[in-house]
């Protein structure tokens, strides 16, 4: 609590801490907060100085408008969004035809000079409204007053601070405040004036220090694109957007784990002649299909992030997750945070209750787009396309619109769902939605074209990262699980995975680690090519295919490196999500007829009778007809255990069929800097063959530990075909041989003292499958993630037994 007796009208940041909320409202008190303790720390905050709340109620109180403001405000009902739009508009005017005291304009005035410096050319401020019941912790009063860029000169100073004062009084803050239960009296303006960055020569976004749809702590998602920041925040471009890993960004290493490019369709910049402050003007092709930053751009930035978290982590006493705008200048390349408050959703969930929704089905995908929050609703499309047919709106309809500003905010909170054309994860429509607990899908592109009024439609953000709008009105279910009372079982209890986008929130399920990292949904869903056709690239025949991979690898001369940076990307999702647990990447073990069905791969690929029995796993690594495909996956693992530091990462063979040939494999590996034992590299073997289970012994000479894999295990001692539809009711993991070589195993490898898991389907499927595998004396058991809670519970009770 600040205590000064006098207040002044006007302080600098340098003389402002967080403890000076009162007087200079949240977002200068946190600029202040930077400039005094961060800026020796590396983090550069532009200078500038607060026109006080004092000033406000000066201002208020000279011009005799409190009481009006008062009468014009009583007994308003915010539902009533007519009468809401009359009531904010007399309140504003009643502010903009005042006339600001003189002492208050002379203080203003000698402080933009101050700031201006020793020259006569008008220096470009940024002007923002700082309320006093601002940036809270569980309230975030995002985009509720306004911001104003490239005001130039006092006239224009003064002019716009009257507008940020009147913006205290906007139709979403008078509503917001309502439904926050903010008394409007007890609330002040304040001012910050900055230098502008001049970043509508270069870029400018938003940057989280937490995962803003899971929660997940150890992330940082910066948004970027072209021009000043308001387009990122409003939504009105789609982004691109990184992720970076804090814990090994603090090692020093470069764990950029994501990077998605988005269509950044318009730059907000200065209009020097048109009569308005800035304008959108169209980005060019080629610069909407590159990265706005560089990696080394993106990890100084999450440096910052960083930084500014842990400052007011040790401040409050506890983590303290942050919501931080940053801005480059395009005159000097210099990076700058200009806001920063702290994060007011995810901070502010009970992490001791698990929540899940889940569809009972899917049906016809209408649109996708970026997910925001991880719930699913149903209800009836209402398609807006301006803001003066908000009026329209129902209660329980699905919003459906270009973008959103804090304009909609009185409607926002009446929908089943948001839909927007445009914005990224971290746009106004983004932010609220998860603030009011709302899903919503953003970036659709064309969702006001493809949605019709009156359409029954299901929104669906619980399948990672890409939010589904179905058709129809589907089932779906919610799970609320309490991580109170579940026990800790002796057997560690993994997850088997697949989809990156799915990690962060999956890695709250009470778990050991992952058992299972596929490798092939990565390939299939982000890459979609075959590595030899990257190799290859020049000698391609087949000219469609070469389109199609010159169209998917944009901005790569090299290849063969697209391969590599996108693989590297989904497996470090997964390793990120569980650090510092183990996390068993299984190497490629597509079929031939899989991967000829890859971009390029028919070429590449010999057609075979049987492929379950052919050309896979680890007899492709090494064979000349795959050895440069292959090299490519240890460069991905590399680049994420090395670069990225994520040394939890370790690799498995499949269909390892002699002890010889997974000598030759790890041979190949360490051409590629993979050698069993460095950096804490371990490799594992997949028990998928009945020579595994025989040779158990000679197979732990030279791996560190197995994993079963009970499907194809199943399929060779029983020999049966498990994708023959005819001899399928003998597929049994649960026969007698399968369960006997299966105890054989695990004998050996416990005798051997090498770790030994599961992670075939059997005991997601049969929780009294997992009771045996206890009784053997499995270290690990690997499931499908669905099946972690119930599955525990199997195995507590029987090691209680």
């Known amino acids: 609590m600040n205590h000064r007796t006098e207040q002044p009208y006007i302080m600098w940041f340098a003389d402002i801490t967080i403890g000076d909320i009162p007087i200079v409202g949240g977002k200068n008190a946190s600029l202040g907060e930077m400039v005094r303790e961060l800026t020796s720390k590396g983090v550069k905050v532009p200078d500038g100085f607060a026109v006080t709340a004092e000033a406000y109620r000066h201002f208020i109180r000279e011009a005799r408008i409190d009481e009006r403001i008062r009468a014009t405000l009583f007994d308003l009902d915010t539902q009533d969004t007519a009468n809401l739009s009359e009531r904010g508009h007399a309140v504003r005017q009643a502010i903009l035809s005042a006339t600001l005291p003189q002492d208050l304009q002379d203080q203003i005035a000698e402080a933009y000079r101050r700031l201006q410096g020793n020259t006569n050319v008008p220096l470009d401020v940024a002007v923002r409204s700082s309320a006093t019941a601002e940036d809270l912790p569980d309230a975030s009063f995002a985009g509720q ?339 109170k009372t579940l026990g800790h079982p002796r057997t560690k209890v993994m997850m088997n995975l697949a989809n990156p986008e799915e990690a962060f929130a999956l890695s709250f399920i009470p778990n050991e680690g992952v058992g299972l990292a596929r490798m092939e949904f990565i390939v299939t869903t982000y890459i979609k090519i075959h590595p030899l056709a990257l190799v290859n690239f020049e000698q391609l025949e087949d000219l469609a295919a070469k389109a199609e991979i010159e169209r998917l690898t944009t901005g790569y001369t090299d290849k063969p490196q697209f391969f590599v940076d996108k693989l590297a990307q989904g497996v470090a999702m997964l390793a990120a999500a569980f650090y510092p647990k183990d996390v068993i990447l299984r190497l490629s073990d597509f079929k031939t007829n899989e991967y000829a069905n890859l971009i390029g791969g028919k070429a590449y690929e010999p057609v075979e009778e049987n492929p379950m029995l052919g050309f896979r796993g680890a007899s492709r690594y090494y064979h000349p007809r795959y050895q440069a495909g292959f090299a490519l996956e240890c460069r991905a693992a590399k680049k994420v255990r090395d670069e990225m530091g994520l040394t939890n990462l370790k690799l498995m063979i499949p269909f390892c069929r002699t002890v010889e040939e997974g000598r030759r494999v790890q041979a190949e590996m360490a051409k590629h800097g993979l050698r069993r034992g460095e950096n804490d590299l371990e490799l594992y073997v997949m028990c998928e063959i009945p020579s595994n289970v025989i040779l158990a012994d000679e197979f732990a000479d030279i791996f560190d530990g197995f994993s079963i894999g009970s499907n194809d295990l199943t399929q060779l001692i029983l020999g049966v075909d498990r994708d023959s539809d005819i001899v399928a009711p003998i597929f049994d993991e649960r026969n007698a041989a399968v369960k006997k070589m299966i105890a054989q195993v695990i004998a050996t490898c416990r005798a051997r003292g090498r770790k030994i898991g599961i992670c075939g389907q059997a005991p997601s499927d049969y929780p009294e499958f997992a009771q045996f595998l206890v009784e053997q004396g499995i270290n690990s058991i690997s499931l499908n993630p669905d099946t972690v809670l119930k599955t525990t519970l199997a195995i507590l009770e029987k090691e209680s037994s």
């Open 145 to 483: 007053q306004e911001t104003y860029l490239n005001v130039q000169g006092i006239t224009a100073l003064l002019e716009t601070c009257k507008r940020c004062f009147a913006s205290l009084f906007t139709d979403r803050a008078i509503s917001y405040r309502v439904d926050k239960g903010f008394d409007h009296f007890k609330i002040a303006l304040s001012i910050g004036v900055q230098r502008m960055v001049r970043s509508d020569l270069a870029c400018s976004g938003v940057m989280f220090t937490i995962d803003t749809e899971s929660g997940f702590r150890d992330a940082v998602l910066i948004s970027s694109a072209y021009g000043l920041g308001e387009n990122v925040v409003q939504g009105s471009v789609t982004p691109d957007e990184f992720i970076v890993f804090k814990p090994t960004l603090k090692t020093g290493h470069r764990p950029i784990l994501q990077k998605v490019v988005g269509s950044k369709e318009f730059a907000l910049v200065y209009d020097v002649g048109g009569g308005k402050m800035v304008k959108n003007v169209p980005v060019p092709p080629a610069d909407r299909a590159r990265l706005s930053l560089t990696d080394d751009e993106v990890l100084e930035l999450a440096r910052w992030g960083c930084i500014v978290e842990d400052h007011y982590s040790a401040k409050r006493g506890q983590p303290a997750p942050m919501d931080l705008e940053w801005a480059k200048d395009g005159r000097t390349g210099e990076l700058f945070i200009v806001q920063a408050r702290p994060e007011t959703v995810q901070s502010q969930k009970n992490p001791d209750v698990l929540e899940s929704y889940q569809l009972g089905q899917r049906g016809k995908v209408l649109i996708t787009g970026r997910s925001v929050g991880e719930k699913v609703a149903t209800g009836r499309v209402r398609v807006i396309k301006s803001a003066q047919f908000i009026g329209q709106f129902q209660e329980g309809e699905v919003l459906v619109t270009d973008k959103t500003d804090p304009d909609w905010q009185p409607i926002m909170k009446k929908a089943a769902a948001i839909i927007t054309n445009r914005g990224g994860r971290t746009c106004h429509a983004a932010i609220v939605s998860r603030e009011l607990g709302v899903p919503a899908i953003v970036g659709t592109d064309h969702g006001t074209n493809a949605l019709k009024d009156g359409q029954l439609v299901t929104v669906s953000c619980a399948e990672g990262d890409t939010g589904f709008v179905y058709e129809g009105e589907l089932p779906f279910e919610v799970k609320r699980t309490s991580l």
